[in-house]
């Protein structure tokens, strides 16, 4: 693995229907995020993690729940998928210690449709 | 409220230069990035500036005026590979990274 790998690339779903995206990256970065990327909108924040163990809401948190048990790992969950759901998914990865600032890096995105 | 300000779409000519603005207004300012996202692929990091003034990296240079609330990526000589949207997005003072929606880059020949 190098960088951040998110599985499943494309899926279509049925509403109602539980799905978990995965996102696993091995850079042993601190901080790692969840966002969707919707036409004409900028990205926005799900859910956060500044370390593992810890999880936080962003932005746009309802209808998603996510875990840290450990470093690599940030899976996503929907627990009864919606048609307003659909959206090109995005994981992202920064290192909290490196300095001033984070540098986010992106995974490839996971573009999920419910119909 | 947190807001980012940037043009829906630009089109320029390839060889020539061109200048992508972003306003913004967030909670505390931590840093302005700007990325470069091409169709169906992730956003990939160009630049970040926390002090005001010119960083030139290549053929990209990005600008910040913090008293303004205003920054720009400028792209000179351009090639066909530009074509791309390119992202500003603000880091406010939780941290977190306030995004635009994008300035989609049209290069023509």
């Known amino acids: 693995i190098a960088g951040i790998t998110q599985a499943p690339t494309s899926q279509i779903l049925a509403a109602g229907r539980r799905m978990t995206l995965r996102c696993t990256q091995d850079?042993?970065?601190?901080?790692m995020y969840w966002y969707r990327q919707d036409l004409g909108l900028g990205l926005r924040l799900i859910h956060y993690s500044n370390t593992a163990g810890t999880t936080g809401k962003g932005e746009v948190p309802d209808g998603y729940s996510v875990s840290r048990a450990n470093t690599d790992d940030f899976p996503l969950t929907l627990a009864s998928a919606v048609p307003s759901q659909t959206s090109v998914y995005f994981c992202a990865s920064s290192d909290s210690e490196r300095g001033s600032y984070n540098e986010q890096f992106f995974g490839p995105g996971t573009r999920l449709t419910v119909l | 409220g947190q807001n980012i300000d940037q043009p829906t779409e630009m089109t320029a000519t390839e060889g020539a230069i061109v200048q992508i603005n972003c306003t913004y207004q967030?909670?505390?300012?931590?840093?302005l990035f700007w990325y470069q996202q091409h169709a169906g692929e992730a956003p990939t990091f160009l630049s970040y500036n926390v002090l005001d003034g010119l960083e030139e990296k290549g053929r990209f240079s990005s600008f910040l005026s913090r008293s303004k609330g205003y920054s720009y990526l400028l792209l000179k000589e351009l090639q066909m590979k530009d074509s791309a949207s390119y992202l500003c997005?603000?880091?406010?003072?939780?941290?977190?990274?306030?995004w635009g929606a994008g300035t989609k880059l049209i290069i023509k020949p």
């Open positions: 967030t909670s505390g300012f931590n840093g």
């Open positions: 850079m042993r970065h601190n901080a």
């Open positions: 997005a603000a880091m406010d003072s939780n941290y977190q990274l306030i």
